[in-house]
């Protein structure tokens, strides 16, 4: 299918989602996808996709203060296997705070990073988090886009 006109718009929604369970302490894009850098948003294949934002959450599976930590979000060519400074990219960081998850009066705050923008076709949004999780937390994340 032909590429969309000037200026594009995106035909369908498109979300992704990537739970955190490791620290990675590299802002340069070196890891492995699935143990310590985490694939959450893959661009369609066959035009790519716009994202607009990454969201993140501060989970618990019981009433627990998550760590502190920096977040870091990347693009990358690869979706699969070892990542290196040479096909991931650092496009965005947050400093989160220890929060306290899965509180039965307070409400938690999201975190948001604004990306706004495309991706070749295939390509990934990669996350870390610099410190390791605490017992029972990780942060989900939510990439939110569109494909063309």
Do not use: C
């Not at 948003?41 to 607009?52: L, P, Q």
């Not at 070892?82 to 975190?111: C, K, Q, R």
């Amino acid at each position: 299918m032909a590429g969309n006109g000037i200026p594009q718009f995106t035909k369908n929604g498109a979300i992704g989602s990537a739970l955190v369970t490791a620290a990675n302490t590299s802002s340069q894009g070196g890891g492995t996808i699935a143990t310590d850098i985490f694939k959450a948003f893959t661009a369609d294949a066959s035009n790519g996709s716009f994202v607009e934002y990454v969201r993140f959450v501060p989970t618990a599976t019981t009433p627990t203060t998550t760590t502190a930590t920096v977040a870091r979000v990347f693009v990358s060519s690869v979706a699969s296997g070892a990542v290196t400074s040479a096909n991931t990219w650092l496009i965005g960081e947050m400093a989160l705070p220890a929060t306290a998850a899965d509180n039965a009066s307070t409400a938690i705050n999201p975190f948001d990073i604004a990306v706004n923008l495309r991706l070749p076709a295939g390509w990934t949004i990669l996350v870390t988090n610099h410190a390791a999780p605490a017992a029972n937390t990780a942060w989900r994340l939510l990439v939110v886009g569109g494909d063309y």
